[in-house]
């Protein structure tokens, strides 16, 4: 029937919003630099227990192996990970020794660990209930969290989705020190601002939007 329908929606009948112990902020950013914003941010922002979440296997190996290159402790989750690696996955990530996970939507749901203090969403999720489930790995049992995602101008959407169900917008935010090149991550920006004037020719530009400050 789907293949009919002109633009087909998907609605989702009670949602539940995210937990209001969540801090939500995005980051517009061009498709081919999500990696080097990733690791500023890593390296920036000081954080704790940190679960990444990609859209796929091959790419959850491929980033894992980028942010180790990078100086960070990561394991991985996916699929493709026998039940012994994904258990040790699991047991490094809760004792501390390997302060970021990287995974795929198999850790959005049943995971039982209350201190991870941000979710970062390399990748945005196909839907808002896949959103919502993957946030929910942070502010558990009452605790403070946060979620973080990475986006260009095809998921705005989704984000909009997003809103809609939040009552709220979600603040867009950026890196001060990164230099962000011209991309679509300038119409993933804040809707209604008026284009810089040649902000869009230049070999980078630097987002209008909130500042991240360090917390360490």
């Not at 989750?77 to 490094?92: E, F, N, T």
């Not at 959103?131 to 502010?139: A, Q």
């Not at 995602?149 to 001060?176: C, F, N, Q, S, Y």
């Amino acid at each position: 029937a789907a293949q009919t329908l002109k633009d087909p929606e998907r609605i989702s009948v009670g949602l539940t919003r995210p937990a209001q112990t969540v801090q939500h902020a995005l980051f517009p950013v061009a498709q081919h630099q999500k990696t080097a914003l990733l690791v500023q941010l890593l390296r920036r922002t000081g954080l704790d227990s940190v679960l990444i979440f990609t859209r796929t296997k091959m790419r959850a190996r491929r980033l894992a192996q980028q942010i180790e290159r990078a100086g960070f402790k990561v394991a991985v989750m996916h699929s493709d990970r026998s039940q012994v690696q994904r258990q040790s996955a699991l047991k490094g990530f809760k004792s501390g020794k390997f302060p970021i996970m990287v995974a795929t939507d198999i850790a959005a749901r049943g995971l039982d660990i209350e201190n991870i203090s941000h979710v970062i969403n390399y990748d945005m999720p196909d839907t808002a209930d896949a959103y919502i489930h993957r946030i929910g790995r942070t502010g558990r049992a009452e605790r403070n969290g946060d979620a973080f995602t990475l986006i260009t101008a095809d998921d705005e959407k989704l984000v909009e989705r997003l809103e809609k169900i939040m009552g709220e917008r979600i603040v867009r935010e950026a890196l001060p020190e990164f230099v962000y090149e011209r991309a679509s991550a300038a119409s993933a920006s804040d809707k209604g601002r008026p284009a810089r004037k040649g902000g869009m020719t230049s070999g980078s530009w630097r987002p209008s939007l909130r500042s991240v400050r360090s917390r360490r």
